[in-house]
C-alpha cells in the first residue's frame, strides 16, 4: 500500500479558490507556504509492505462410545516493512517567483525511515467430552479442557537524512550531515505474554427436568508478577423445568417454564 507522507487532510483548511499552479506550471503558493497537492504529490510517500501467513487445523475423534477429543491449533504470522521519506520541493507565486519557502529542506531533509516488525501468533487447544445416560432418567456430560496462547512481537526502525538521489530511497542513500540536528535515529523494540487455562465442566440432569452445572477454570497469564499469576474460577448452577411437570400439562398454552439460580 502507498501513499503520501504529507499534506493528507490538508485542503479541508483552504478555500478552493487558489489554482494549484502558476502560468508556469509551478506550484502556487495559495496560503503562504500551503498547497495541499505539493504536499501530497510531491512531498514524500510511505510505503507498507505486509505479508501474513495463517495455519488453521483441527482433530475430532470418538474414543469409546460418548467419549470424544478435540484438538485445534492456530497459527498467525505477520512480517511488516515501511519506508517513509519526506522529499523537498519549492513554491511560488503567480509570477514564477521563489517564495522564501523550500519545504523539507537540508539539512534535515529529505529524510527517510524505514522500519521491519513482525509478530507471531499460536494458540492450542485440547479438550474431552464424557456423555452418558444411566437408567434412562440420569443424564451425565463431563468436559475437560486445555487451551495455550503465545503472541511474540518485535520492531526495529531507523531514519537518516539528506538523500543524496531522487528516485532512490535507502538508508545508504542517505549521507546524514554532523550539521543536521539528528544524524540518525534508530529504534525497536520487542514484546511477548502468553496465556494458559485449564476448564471443566460437569452436568447433571435427572429426567430432563433437574438441572444442575458446575463450571471450573484456572487461568495463568504472563502478563502478571510470580505470586499473582495464577488465579482460579468457579461457578454453579441449577435449574428446574418446571414445564416437565405432570401438572403442568394442563396449561398446554405454555410450551417452556424454567426456574434457574446459579
Not at 523539507?104 to 479438550?127: H, K
Amino acid at each position: 500500500v502507498q501513499s503520501p507522507r504529507n499534506g493528507v487532510g490538508n485542503g479541508y483548511f483552504d478555500a478552493p479558490i487558489f489554482p494549484t499552479y502558476n502560468k508556469l506550471g509551478q506550484y502556487y503558493d495559495d496560503y503562504g507556504y500551503r498547497n495541499p497537492v505539493a504536499f501530497t504529490t510531491s512531498g514524500g510517500t510511505t510505503k507498507n509492505k505486509e505479508g501474513i501467513v495463517r495455519l488453521n487445523g483441527k482433530l475430532i475423534a470418538e474414543i469409546i462410545n460418548g467419549l470424544k477429543f478435540t484438538g485445534s491449533a492456530a497459527i498467525v504470522k505477520r512480517d511488516g516493512w515501511n519506508t517513509a521519506f519526506n522529499q523537498t520541493f519549492k513554491l511560488y507565486n503567480w509570477l514564477g517567483t521563489k517564495v522564501n519557502s523550500t519545504q523539507y529542506a537540508p539539512p534535515n531533509n529529505p529524510a527517510i525511515t524505514e522500519a521491519v516488525g513482525n509478530t507471531f501468533y499460536q494458540t492450542y487447544g485440547a479438550q474431552l467430552d464424557y456423555m452418558k445416560t444411566i437408567a434412562g432418567d440420569h443424564d451425565i456430560a463431563v468436559m475437560v479442557a486445555n487451551t495455550a496462547e503465545l503472541f511474540e512481537t518485535k520492531a526495529v526502525s531507523a531514519t537518516r537524512n539528506q538523500l543524496q538521489y531522487e528516485g532512490l530511497y535507502d538508508l545508504n542513500t542517505a549521507i546524514s550531515p554532523a550539521t543536521a540536528s539528528y544524524a540518525s535515529l534508530n529504534g525497536g523494540g520487542a514484546s511477548h505474554w502468553g496465556l494458559v487455562s485449564y476448564i471443566t465442566r460437569v452436568n447433571y440432569g435427572y429426567k430432563d427436568k433437574y438441572l444442575v452445572e458446575f463450571l471450573g477454570r484456572r487461568d495463568g497469564s504472563s502478563r502478571f508478577s510470580d505470586n499473582n499469576r495464577w488465579s482460579n474460577f468457579y461457578g454453579v448452577s441449577a435449574g428446574w423445568r418446571i414445564s416437565q411437570e405432570t401438572f403442568m400439562r394442563k396449561f398446554e398454552w405454555l410450551n417452556e417454564l424454567k426456574l434457574k439460580a446459579s
